[in-house]
C-alpha cells in the first residue's frame, strides 16, 4: 500500500514522526507546496496519514505550506479523502471535521499533546506526563500503523487505555480517538 503522510514541520509535533517511521512505500511531505500540489498527491496514494495542529475545519499549514487561509487540510479536499477509507486524521479536533464531511478512517478529538493543552482541558499535567503521553501514543501508533484502520484503533484503544490507567493526559486522550468505517 502506497501511503502519504502530511505532517507540516513543527517542533512542537516531532514526536509524531514515530508514527510512520517504520511504513515502506511512503511519502512524507513537511512545507514548501501548494494545496493544489498536495491534492494532486492525494490522488495518487492508498493511505494518507494527516497530523501535526489543527481545528475543526482542518489541518494548519503551521506557515511550512503556501495556503491562502493557513490550512493544508480543509474542505477542498474532502471529495479526495472521500475516494479512501484508509485514512489516518490526527490533529486537534480532527473528529469534527471528519465527521462534518463523513469521511472514513481513524481520527482524534481534542489532542492534548502540550502543557498549555492540559490546563485548558482540565487535566492540568507537568511536561514529563505529557511527554509521556505522547511518546506512549505514538510508540503504540507505530506497532500498528502497517494494519488497517480497524485494527489501529481497536489496538491503540486498547494498549494506550491500559497505559492511561496512569496518565491522566493519557485517559484524556485515549477517550477521543474514534473509528469511522
Known amino acids: ?19 510512520y517511521k517504520d511504513i515502506p512505500h511512503k511519502r512524507v ?50 471529495y479526495l479523502l472521500s475516494k479512501r ?17 463523513k469521511l472514513k478512517g481513524f481520527y482524534s478529538g ?5 502543557v498549555g493543552e492540559s490546563q485548558f482541558c482540565g487535566v492540568s499535567s507537568p511536561q514529563q506526563v505529557v511527554t509521556e503521553s505522547n511518546n506512549t501514543f505514538s510508540k503504540i501508533m507505530s506497532k500498528y500503523i502497517n494494519k488497517n484502520v480497524k485494527t489501529i484503533h481497536e489496538n491503540v484503544k486498547k494498549e494506550y487505555g491500559k497505559f492511561s490507567e496512569t496518565n491522566k493526559v493519557g485517559y484524556y486522550n485515549n477517550e477521543r480517538l474514534y473509528l469511522n468505517e
Not at 477509507?85 to 465527521?99: A, L
Open 1 to 19: 500500500m502506497k501511503t502519504l503522510v502530511i505532517h507540516p514541520k513543527d517542533n512542537s509535533t516531532e514526536f509524531l514522526t514515530e508514527i
Open 29 to 78: 511531505i513537511t512545507g514548501n507546496m501548494t494545496k493544489w500540489e498536495v491534492g494532486k498527491l492525494i490522488g495518487q496514494y492508498d493511505r494518507i496519514i494527516m497530523c501535526g495542529h489543527g481545528v475543526p475545519s482542518g489541518l494548519l499549514s503551521v506557515g511550512q505550506f503556501h495556503t491562502n487561509n493557513g490550512l493544508i487540510i480543509d474542505w477542498s479536499f474532502v
Open 85 to 101: 477509507k484508509e485514512c489516518i486524521y490526527i490533529w486537534c479536533n480532527s473528529d469534527r471535521f471528519v465527521n462534518q464531511h
Open 110 to 114: 481534542m489532542f492534548v499533546s502540550e
